[in-house]
Structure formats: structure tokens, C-alpha cells
């Protein structure tokens, strides 16, 4: 929740937060989650991507990376490491917009190290791998 809204705060794209909800029965919490709004028109970017290989539409795919890129170069520069960044965690409606999800586990203004830049760029490189592999066969 905080998180989502920390990140709308430094101007990086993310669906608003419009509730959270716990499960339970009896008094006892043993679960919940996170509502948020509806992104119409937005695609997992994998799922936005995979068309682009499987076409071999070099400009569009270019495009799409460049804009990613700068995408999640935004969260770098506001010391937003996501945790869990990978191609389903980020939508897009377009291949120039996208949206980052699943911010349970963001760090927010907290030091930001070479580390968790890698970190964020295998976690989607592994993807990418896998679609072009899928994509091929």
C-alpha cells in the first residue's frame, strides 16, 4: 500500500492501491492482499513482447526495449528496488508506457546498490531469454 503510493509520489507509473483486504476466520489473519485499479488496455509486457519476436518486428522490439529501459532506469534514479522485477510484473499498453506491479516488497529510499540493479536485470533477462527460446521452437 505505502509503497504504491511513494511511487506514484516520485512520479513513477503504478496502478493506484484502492484497498487492502485480509482473510481469516475466528480472529486469526492467515492471509491477504491488495486491490488495485484496473489498468485497461494493459498487457503483462511479456505478453506485449512475444507477438513483437514471433513477427520479428526488429523496430517495434527496439522501441520496446528502449522505452522499457527507461522505464526501469525511473526506478533506479528514485531508489525504487522492486524485488520481484520481471516482464509479468510490468505492464504495458503500448510498448512506450509501463506500469510497474506486485510492490509488496519494494524498497523505497533506501540505499540503492549495484547489487539490486543486477538483481533487477537477470530477473528480466532470464525472462526475455525464455520468450525468445519459446518463440523459436
Known sequence: WLSS???IRLGLRVP????YVEHGALGA???NAFVYEYLEDCLPALQFLEPLIKKEDRDSIDAFFTNLAEAVTGLAEAKVFH????????LTPDGREFFFIDLDEALINQP???KHRMRNHIQM???IGRASCRERV
Open 83 to 90: 524485488r520481484d522485477l520481471k516482464l509479468d510484473n510490468v
Open 112 to 114: 540503492f546498490e549495484p
Open 29 to 31: 489473519i492467515w492471509g
Open 16 to 19: 493506484k492501491t484502492i484497498a
Open 125 to 127: 533477462g532470464n525472462e
Open 5 to 7: 503510493l511513494e511511487m
